[in-house]
């Protein structure tokens, strides 16, 4: 049997058919079967493309949409996995495998399947910790965050597949097993791809899921993409044991080794793909406890009488057969001559084919013995690689692009919603080397490669965005904004009682390690922390704001110079002005800032003192300026002597959205903190919580304007401080 194996396949279908012809025809053979590792795109009409997760400007039909409609048929029986860019309403239309077209087969979240006597299995999506443990609980249409977490795998579909006892031939992950690289030549690799260097050293390149099915299935061949990259890897399952070929192929474009013409042993054709008996009694085993919501799946009441399933299904599958359902068209198709959009075939036979052969793929053989034993921690914060179109985007530019010559522009700031306000505000003496090109000669790509990191993480974790703004705060108002934060160390500002709750730190850190394979040693953490900022607010749903760059990083952090700096949230509005003032901002400013805290959360000692506790052990309200109804709600979130950790969000009505709620619910007396709730008993601060409760224009517009201000309070630029190379330390 002769077998073609794709990377990612981005929709462009038509020109890997038309290459896996000219194939056909220059070399006189015959190819049985055409398997796909991800990013597959089966878009079959606009519609689907508001379900595909990738920039905008890559939203395109491409060529799935021919075949669906039937206009083109599949040349060859393909077979999918899923990847990280899929249209995942379609997916999930399929969950358990599926016809997604004449002759392609879709095979599903996890599945297997047999073609001739050769089973085939695979896993779709690709691995992130944080909703591994969780149930399939997205359903389109999908928002920011349920977009990018549908593809992330989920211990139920791992599960299954560890259940498979019978041997897999062949295996299909997106994302590679972790640790695979300690299979073949990393040092080739990493010159090649610099940005792998990190995760490859820490041991978090790739998917803890697909480590262990490697170890469990030991299939005789596993083929991944992803990483857009051919990489290959001999795995040695114990001294003497079976033998696993690893091969990761690149995405389909002109001069990339994408595509790989396998042969293996099977049985005469002519083959078909048929339903795999112990796999459709695994999935029936298991159905009792597929997990919908976002609870972690409880597996205690699974039976695991997988034979008699078996004995069940053998009977079925004896009346009507082994090939699966007939394909059903379920939406219409896309019409190109109803779309602006008309994308057809470029007409390029791509010609980067070559044999499965040890000679050629430069195989090297290790064993896995214990090769990654304690390397998996489900605690990392650690910011996945999760797709290298945009940077390896960026890397081109930056090797293309003509540099920019940099000028110092005019220090101003502009807020983006429907209509575009442009406002200005006098510049301080610290912060008049700030220009918003800064990096425009040194480091193209250092904002975007910020706002990148900063999207994957609020992706996966809601409340990155808040915590990120927090530290912005701890950071500007001690030592101005110079990364003093961020320092580590006995004595230094992480040191002291009010920092020690801060997050975002594993953010800061991410997308510094980016920067520093770009542009080393070029963008400071100073400005990092502040861009990550805001771009944390628009992710969030607030304005986008351009802000100036060209921060540099401090080189003093003192845990002795925070109390005096940073607001308490027992203040008064007295306290506050005094405070604001002496960073030179205003009691519009501190009125404007404060809405910050419509996102993030706090512990319950931040707001404690408005609560006491009764002889009985309970929570009792004494601050009468609190809504009753809410303070009941806080006392039930945290109780008399609640755990440290406990937390509770600031906005009790829209959480992880950057909105005017937090005046609104100033209004309505729902102000978390003592030190929200004297600012509408004041009558210098009421009126303008009054304007901004209705108007989220206006205080979008003043946010722009008091961030800016924020961002530039004694910013050190020219030769004072230094340009850090790791964020936790100084260089010396």
Request: proline share 5%; with cysteine.
């Amino acid at each position: 049997m002769r077998i073609a194996v794709e990377g990612c396949m981005h929709g462009d279908l038509d020109t890997v058919y038309k290459t896996l012809q000219y194939a056909e025809t220059k070399n006189n053979f015959k190819i049985d079967l055409l398997l796909c590792c991800g990013d597959f795109q089966a878009v079959r009409n606009e519609k689907d493309l508001e379900s595909l997760n990738v920039p905008r400007k890559y939203r395109s039909m491409n060529s799935f949409w021919k075949y669906y409609s039937g206009e083109e048929v599949a040349p060859f029986p393909t077979i999918f996995i899923g990847g990280n860019h899929e249209a995942s309403n379609y997916m999930w239309e399929l969950y358990h495998g599926g016809w997604a077209a004449p002759n392609i087969y879709f095979l599903g979240f996890a599945g297997v399947v047999k073609f001739g006597n050769i089973r085939i299995g695979g896993l779709s999506g690709i691995y992130n910790q944080r909703h591994y443990h969780l149930g399939h609980y997205e359903r389109p249409p999908y928002n920011e965050h349920t977009i990018r977490s549908v593809y992330h795998v989920r211990e139920y579909d791992v599960h299954q597949l560890l259940q498979v006892e019978e041997p897999i031939d062949i295996f299909l992950s997106h994302d590679w097993p972790v640790c695979i690289t300690d299979y073949g030549n990393s040092e080739e690799l990493i010159r090649r791809k610099p940005y792998f260097k990190k995760e490859i050293e820490e041991r978090t390149l790739g998917s803890v899921a697909a480590a262990q099915l490697l170890e469990k299935l030991k299939p005789p061949y596993w083929f991944s993409a992803h990483l857009h990259c051919k990489f290959s890897a001999l795995v040695q399952h114990g001294e003497g044991g079976l033998v696993t070929k690893f091969l990761a192929l690149d995405k389909c474009l002109p001069g990339r080794p994408f595509l790989q013409i396998l042969e293996i042993e099977s049985e005469p054709g002519p083959y078909e793909i048929q339903y795999d008996e112990e796999w459709l009694a695994i999935t029936r085993s298991f159905n009792s406890v597929f997990p919908l919501t976002g609870k972690k799946t409880n597996f205690g009441n699974v039976d695991l009488r997988v034979e008699d399933s078996r004995q069940w299904l053998k009977s079925r599958l004896q009346e009507r057969g082994a090939k699966p359902f007939e394909f059903v068209r379920t939406v219409p198709c896309y019409n190109p001559s109803q779309s602006v959009s008309n994308h057809s075939f470029s007409g390029i036979i791509m010609k980067s084919l070559d044999y499965f052969d040890l000679k050629k793929g430069g195989w090297f053989l290790k064993s896995n013995t214990d090769a990654c034993a304690g390397s998996f921690s489900d605690d990392s914060e650690t910011i996945p690689i999760d797709d290298v179109d945009e940077l390896e985007e960026f890397a081109e530019n930056r090797r293309l692009e003509t540099l920019m010559e940099k000028r110092p522009v005019a220090f101003s700031a502009t807020v983006l919603f429907n209509t575009v306000v442009v406002f200005s505000i006098a510049a301080s003496p610290s912060s008049a080397n700030l220009s918003f090109n800064f990096y425009a000669a040194s480091c193209p790509p250092a904002e975007f490669l910020v706002r990148n990191t900063v999207r994957s993480a609020s992706s996966v974790d809601p409340t990155v965005p808040g915590k990120l703004l927090r530290l912005l705060f701890h950071d500007c108002f001690v030592e101005g904004c110079d990364a003093s934060v961020l320092l580590q160390g006995n004595g230094t500002e992480r040191d002291d009682p009010a920092n020690t709750s801060l997050g975002g730190f594993s953010v800061i850190d991410s997308a510094k390690r980016v920067l520093e394979i770009f542009c080393p040693g070029t963008v400071s953490c100073a400005d990092i922390v502040a861009l990550a900022a805001r771009d944390a607010v628009e992710m969030a749903g607030g304005p986008a704001i351009q802000i100036p760059t060209g921060r540099r990083d401090g080189m003093v952090s003192a845990a002795s110079n925070v109390r005096p700096n940073i607001a308490d949230t027992i203040f008064s509005v007295d306290d506050m002005k005094k405070l604001f003032s002496s960073k030179g901002l205003s009691l519009d400013d501190l009125v404007t800032l404060s809405g910050a805290h419509t996102i993030g959360a706090a512990h319950c000692s931040a707001f404690n003192d408005r609560f006491q506790e009764n002889s009985n052990g309970n929570l009792t309200l004494i601050d009468t300026s609190l809504n009753s109804t809410y303070a009941g709600e806080l006392m039930k979130q945290c109780p008399a002597r609640a755990s440290p950790s406990v937390t509770v969000t600031n906005d009790p009505e829209t959480s992880f959205m950057f909105d005017n709620q937090y005046y609104q619910n100033l209004l309505a007396h729902k102000g978390l903190f003592q030190s929200d709730s004297v600012l509408l008993d004041d009558k210098r601060t009421q009126k303008q919580i009054v304007d901004f409760a209705n108007d989220q224009v206006g205080f979008f517009e003043s946010w722009g304007q008091s961030f800016l201000k924020l961002t530039s309070i004694d910013v050190k630029t020219g030769d004072e401080g230094e340009i850090r190379r790791s964020c936790s330390t100084t260089n010396e």
